[in-house]
């Protein structure tokens, strides 16, 4: 095999740098595993908002470790403690890891003072994804709603974390938009620290 | 990429099922049963192809022409079947067909809310294959 060698050998584990080590895995092999849960998951569940809130646990479980690593690795094992810090951190840094990209968007909400939004125009686990008509707005953004919520919820910023479709015009395809409604005493904090 | 105009277009499962059925002209348009009793015919008669190969190892049909139209076969190794009715001398069909394997190993095979064997209904595939077929087109146009 090439490049086998020359790779240093690190006697402890431990001593090994948390490196990037390979950036990419392929499209394919992610598609069909994540294809696998949820059609696994179909089999768990009697009704579909069940099966929504089965698909967020599973992509909290990557949002938690995520964090963890991200913080390490990136930041020198600080972390975002405001608002707009940790929600900037998500749409470029935690964006750029899982999917290769910067997240389209990044906006407040216009109604609600609590509610932020993450928009993709294609998002990544959505790319070879059709849901049939009769799900109605069933989304599988639900797991990446889930990473968010737990990012979000680890870092000290419990929210309520939920993945739409939202149409737009003049384009045959809707695109996702992860809304972020934070919890009032995330809010409570921000207002106290000016 | 110069393709010509294709007629019709159908996928069959490897038990001879139609799963997918699209034409593109309104000249000899037929029913669901008519297209599946074809996509069942055509099934068999690549079947029997394959026996009277006088030499081992013959994959069946891959061409048939008739006096006003040509049809191009495309067996994936899995036994799914695609195949188009196309104008007779329609070149770069063979190319069409394996783009449209493609479409259907990423749209239909990497969608979980598709049933293995089972009629294709994904807005995806759809979309993308229209999206092919059209380009297509404007290819032919601008001949």
Same mark, same amino acid.
């Given at each position: 095999m090439i490049g086998v060698g020359k790779a240093k050998q690190y006697?402890?584990?431990? %001593?090994? !740098?948390l490196s990037r080590g390979r950036q990419e895995v392929s499209l394919s092999a992610f598609a069909f595993l994540f294809s696998e849960l949820v059609q696994y998951n179909q089999t768990q569940v009697d009704n579909i908002a069940e099966l929504e809130r089965r698909l967020e646990d599973a992509g909290y479980a990557v949002g938690a470790r995520v964090l963890e690593l991200l913080c390490h690795r990136e930041k020198g094992n600080r972390r975002e403690t405001r608002l707009l810090g940790i929600l900037s951190f998500i749409h470029s840094t935690v964006w750029k890891v899982l999917f290769g990209k910067v997240a389209d968007s990044l906006e407040k909400g216009t109604e609600h003072e609590d509610e932020y939004m993450i928009s993709e125009k294609e998002l990544l686990v959505n790319r070879f994804i059709s849901v049939p008509k %009769?799900? +109605?707005?069933?989304?599988?953004g639900a797991f990446v709603a889930g990473i968010v919520k737990g990012v979000l919820d680890n870092a000290g910023f419990p929210a309520v974390v939920t993945a739409h479709f939202v149409p737009i015009e003049g384009q045959q395809r809707p695109r996702t938009t992860i809304l972020i409604k934070f919890a009032e005493e995330v809010l409570h904090r921000e207002a106290r620290l000016g | 990429m110069a393709l010509a105009a294709i007629y019709s277009l159908f996928i069959i499962n490897k038990s001879g099922g139609l799963i997918y059925y699209k034409d593109y002209v309104s000249a000899g348009r037929m029913d669901t049963n008519d297209s599946l009793r074809l996509a069942s015919l055509w099934h068999s008669m690549h079947a029997i192809s394959q026996q009277l190969?006088?030499? !081992?190892g013959c994959t069946g049909i891959d061409l048939l022409q008739a006096h006003n139209f040509d049809l191009h076969c495309f067996q994936s190794l899995t036994g799914t079947k695609f195949f188009v009715v196309c104008e007779? +001398?329609? !070149?770069n069909m063979e190319m069409l067909l394996k783009v449209i394997y493609e479409l259907y190993t990423d749209f239909v095979l990497k969608n979980p809310f598709y049933e293995m064997e089972m009629p294709i209904r994904c807005e995806l595939f759809d979309l993308n294959l229209a999206q092919l077929i059209q380009k297509d087109r404007v290819a032919l146009l601008g001949r």
């Open positions: 006697a402890n584990v431990l %001593d090994k !740098p %009769d799900m +109605g707005a069933f989304n599988c | 190969s006088p030499t !081992p007779t +001398g329609a !070149p």
